[in-house]
């Protein structure tokens, strides 16, 4: 069966720094999406991304973060100056399309250490 | 608005049954997606209601009340695999977005 893949598993960081968290949605799916879970808190959106452009994106989503696909097959979120409270896992998710009804599958996350 | 609430934690007992309920206050409701999430893990989709009634599949059901704004996970012959967090979600018209309740840790006791 298909599956959002992501990459690295775990990544640690120094406050300040840059990171590029990586995904591979499932193949002929089309929406993409960045969701993120602070340790013991809610899964949150972040944004979502259809024909190479933000659909939508939350509050959380602010000048600090990008999202990018750069080929055909990876969906990256880019932070570009982390810091302590951008500590979470990070999940990517994808659908088929961008219906109401349409199962939003999500990868095995990214766990962020910011220090 | 925009607001999930579900029973923090729970506990049954193999081969038992148990009901975890939801309830939402979501603007334009448009369907509730129930999702299984195992410690340090991805959300695994279980089912989807957008009409009221019961969904079955297998093991696992899903009942939604628009007019109550209410639904239940029904978890049948529990097993130890079933202990996890259990998580609430959902979507509006006009919007990408899933919105998600904070989750019902399960724990399944031999």
């Known amino acids: 069966e298909p599956e959002v893949t992501q990459t690295p598993s775990h990544q640690v960081t120094q406050m300040g720094q840059e990171v590029i968290l990586r995904c591979v949605p499932i193949?002929?799916?089309?929406?993409f999406y960045w969701y993120r879970q602070i340790l013991g808190q809610k899964v949150e959106f972040l944004v979502s991304?259809?024909?190479?452009?933000?659909?939508?994106k939350s509050e959380i989503f602010d000048d600090q973060f990008s999202v990018e696909r750069p080929d055909g097959s990876n969906f990256t979120l880019k932070i570009r100056s982390t810091k302590l409270e951008d500590s979470a896992m990070y999940f990517c998710?994808?659908?088929?399309?961008?219906?109401?009804?349409?199962?939003?599958?999500f990868g095995p996350g990214t766990r962020l250490l910011v220090l | 608005g925009q607001n999930i609430d579900q029973p923090t934690e729970m506990t049954a007992t193999e081969g038992a049954i148990v009901q975890i309920n939801c309830t939402y206050q979501?603007?334009?409701?448009?369907?509730l997606f129930w999702y299984q999430q195992h410690a340090g893990e991805a959300p695994t989709f279980l089912s989807y209601?957008?009409?009221?009634g019961l969904e079955e599949k297998g093991r696992f059901s899903s009942f939604l009340s628009r007019s109550k704004g209410y639904s239940y996970l029904l978890l049948k012959e529990l097993q130890m695999k079933d202990s996890a967090s259990y998580l609430c979600?959902?979507?509006?018209?006009?919007?990408?977005?899933?919105?998600f309740g904070t989750g019902t840790r399960l724990q399944v006791f031999p």
């Open positions: 998710a994808s659908s088929v399309s961008g219906s109401y009804q349409e199962t939003q599958y």
């Open positions: 193949s002929n799916h089309l929406y």
């Open positions: 991304f259809y024909n190479n452009e933000i659909s939508e």
């Open positions: 979501t603007s334009g409701f448009n369907g």
């Open positions: 209601n957008v009409l009221d």
């Open positions: 979600a959902s979507r509006s018209y006009n919007t990408d977005k899933l919105i």
